[in-house]
């Protein structure tokens, strides 16, 4: 793996069969959701703190994923490496590469951008100060 990539967040995803599609690839929605399960590791461990998400939280505002080879079940499993590169007022966004389980080759980059969220009051919310030092230190 790239050497700038030593320090992000790193997650092991199992490649299902139900990932696969007719081509015999892991299908592209299916890339979204290893990036939603590596943004959860990211934030629990990163963040660190138990989270009322029926009060508040994050939602998710943008993704963005841009493909570069194939997965196959083969491959048996992916990693995705998961970095915040942004910290706004109300918002943050997360970066994620998505290589083979060799850390080496990579499959697919992607970006989503997220907003703090107040459930009860149905309103966008700053970033909270623990959260943002926390995610500025990675």
């Known amino acids: 793996m790239d050497e700038k990539f ?4 790193k997650k092991k995803e199992a490649i299902r069969f139900a990932d696969i599609d007719k081509l015999g690839h892991v299908n592209n929605a299916k890339y979204l959701t290893y990036m939603e399960s590596a943004r959860i590791a990211y934030f629990m461990e990163v963040v660190g703190e138990q989270v009322n998400w029926n009060e508040q939280g994050i ?3 943008k993704a963005e994923i841009n493909f ?3 997965v196959e079940l083969e491959d048996i499993e992916v990693i995705i490496f998961t970095s915040c590169t942004r ?3 109300k918002s943050f966004d997360l970066s994620y590469v ?3 389980s060799d850390s080496k080759t990579i499959c697919a980059t992607g970006s989503t951008t997220m907003v703090c969220y107040n459930y009860n009051e149905a309103k966008t919310i700053e970033v909270p100060e623990e959260w943002r030092i926390k995610l500025e230190g990675n």
Request: hydrophobic fraction near 50%; avoid cysteine.
């Open 68 to 70: 570069a080879i194939p």
């Open 59 to 61: 939602i998710l505002a």
């Open 6 to 9: 030593k320090e992000w967040h």
């Open 98 to 100: 998505i290589t083979k």
């Open 87 to 89: 910290i706004g007022g």
